[in-house]
């Protein structure tokens, strides 16, 4: 499957942004969807994730409460609302996909090219 990202922008500190992930195909019921960011010199990290059937998702205590992924499977679409943005927020988001049930895989089978967010303060 192939994914692409889009939406990424420049803010302002406390702004908000909506990125998509168009998948070029159908991934209910095959795929736990991703989204992960990877800002210069540092680790990537997965900032939410969707089970295969949109039932439960994922976030990581530095996004919790700002961040909230969603997915329109008729439209083969995965969402990343992203409010509150601070300066650390700063990075290229992608959006990934694995055929494992897992929130953190130790690989993804598929991601695409990301998409830039910067936030100024």
């Known amino acids: 499957v192939q994914l692409q990202a889009s939406g990424g922008g420049m803010v302002q500190a406390g702004e908000s942004l909506r990125l998509s992930c168009l998948a070029s195909?159908?991934?209910?019921?095959?795929?736990?969807m991703y989204w992960f960011r990877q800002a210069p010199g540092k680790e990537r990290e997965i900032v939410a994730a969707?089970?295969?059937?949109?039932?439960?998702?994922y976030y990581p205590d530095s996004v919790k409460g700002r961040f909230t992924i969603s997915a329109n499977y008729d439209k083969n679409t995965v969402y990343l609302q992203l409010n509150s943005l601070k300066p650390e927020d700063t990075a290229v988001y992608h959006c990934?996909?694995?055929?494992?049930?897992?929130?953190?895989?130790?690989?993804?089978?598929?991601w695409g090219q990301g998409t830039q967010v910067t936030v100024s303060s």
């Open positions: 969707i089970s295969r059937t949109g039932g439960g998702t």
């Open positions: 195909r159908s991934t209910f019921g095959i795929y736990t």
């Open positions: 990934a996909a694995s055929n494992k049930n897992t929130y953190s895989p130790r690989e993804f089978d598929y």
